[in-house]
Nanobody
C-alpha cells in the first residue's frame, strides 16, 4: 500500500503561481508512474499531468501545457506540480496518484490522495 498526502493548495489571484506537493509513504519502493488530477465543482475528475519514475518522461493535458510543470524527488518520495499563469478555471481539488506500472497513455493509477483545494480568484 502507498499513502499519498497533498499540500500547497490555497487562494491565488489570476495570473499567479502555486506549487503543490504530494508526499508518499508506505511501500514507495514499488511506486512507478505518478500523476496529478483535478476535479472542479460540479465536474468530472480530469487528468492534469503524469511523470515516469525517472522523471524523464512526462505527459500533460493540453489545457495546462506550457504553464504547469510536474516533477518528482524520489529521494524524498515527493511529487510536485508547479502551476504558473493560473486561470479561474483552474479552481479545483487537486489530487495526486501513484501506480506500480510504468507510465503509459492513458496513465493508469492505483493509489490516490485526498486532494488539496486550489482557488483562483480575485
Amino acid at each position: 500500500q502507498v499513502q499519498l498526502v497533498e499540500s500547497g493548495g490555497g487562494l491565488v489571484q489570476p495570473g499567479g503561481s502555486l506549487r503543490l506537493s504530494c508526499a508518499a509513504s508506505g511501500h514507495t519502493s514499488g511506486t512507478n508512474a505518478m500523476g496529478w488530477f483535478r476535479q472542479a465543482p460540479g465536474k468530472d475528475r480530469e487528468f492534469v499531468a503524469a511523470i515516469s519514475r525517472s522523471g524523464g518522461n512526462t505527459i500533460y493535458a493540453d489545457s495546462v501545457k506550457g504553464r504547469f510543470t510536474i516533477s518528482r524527488d524520489n529521494a524524498k518520495n515527493t511529487l510536485y506540480l508547479q502551476m504558473n499563469s493560473l486561470k479561474p478555471e483552474a479552481t479545483a481539488v487537486y489530487s495526486c496518484a501513484a501506480s506500480t506500472y510504468v507510465l503509459g497513455y492513458p496513465p493508469q493509477f492505483e493509489y490516490w490522495g485526498q486532494g488539496t483545494l486550489v482557488t483562483v480568484s480575485e
